[in-house]
């Protein structure tokens, strides 16, 4: 089945370690391809996204993500995560026609920061 | 700063009541959107509105009725709502139907009684 992928559920950094957030799709055309994070009772913000061009985006508050095309991956990234990133994460993707251009969004992952 | 505004930000009715969720969004965007979000769980799409028509509804009971007076303004009308609806409903708009941002609504909290 078609589908958003983040395997994991939850995910504990130290603060200022490196963070990898996973998100792989099953589609056959490259959708376009974001990452929204919300903090607790709020809204979701768009961190990064990917529409086509270069695979490595940046995005706010020191984010990137790196668009895999043969791993069908756009897995999110940043070098020294700080507490107040503390927050969930979620992958989506858009423009899949058979969805009628809908967004897709992945479980999410719950992010948490020990000092 | 959310350029999406969403009233009220926290909302607590009977299953009798009537009430209703706003939404106000002043990018000039082309279509809106009513998304319902339970504790740990993506947002799912409820109503999708573009040029202030509706374009899609999940399959959404009818106790929930949306209304797009113009261009910048959506509304989430509540009746008979049952404390299973009780959750985070997120607003969002994008510059035309097919999706390639949404920005999203900080939400209004609803409980159900």
């Known amino acids: 089945a078609q589908s958003v992928t983040q395997p994991d559920i939850h995910i504990t950094v130290s603060e200022g370690a490196s963070l990898e957030l996973r998100c792989n799709y099953s589609?056959?055309?490259?959708?376009?391809l974001f990452w929204y994070v919300q903090s607790p009772g709020q809204g979701l913000q768009l961190l990064l996204k990917?529409?086509?061009?270069?695979?490595l985006v940046q995005g706010i508050k020191g984010f990137e993500a790196e668009f895999k095309r043969s791993q069908s991956s756009f897995n999110l990234r940043k070098p020294s995560v700080h507490w107040s990133d503390a927050a969930e994460y979620f992958c989506a993707v858009g423009g899949i026609m058979e969805y009628g251009n809908k967004l897709v969004f992945g479980a999410g992952t719950i992010l948490r920061v020990k000092s | 700063d959310t350029e999406v505004t969403q009233t009220p930000k926290h909302l607590v009715m009977g299953m009798t009541n009537k009430k209703s969720l706003k939404c106000e969004q002043h990018?000039?965007?082309?279509?809106m959107y009513w998304y319902k979000q339970k504790a740990k769980k993506p947002p799912e799409l409820m109503f999708v509105y573009s040029y202030e028509k509706l374009s899609i509804n999940e399959s959404v009971p009818s106790r929930f009725s949306p209304e797009c007076p113009n261009s910048s303004l959506l509304n989430l009308h509540l009746h008979a709502l049952q404390p299973e609806d009780s959750a985070l409903y997120l607003c969002?708009?994008?510059?035309?139907?097919?999706?390639?941002?949404?920005?999203f609504g900080e939400g209004s909290r609803l409980t159900v009684l």
């Open positions: 990917y529409f086509s061009g270069d695979t």
């Open positions: 969002a708009s994008s510059q035309e139907l097919a999706v390639r941002e949404l920005f």
């Open positions: 990018m000039g965007h082309r279509a």
């Open positions: 589609y056959g055309a490259t959708p376009y």
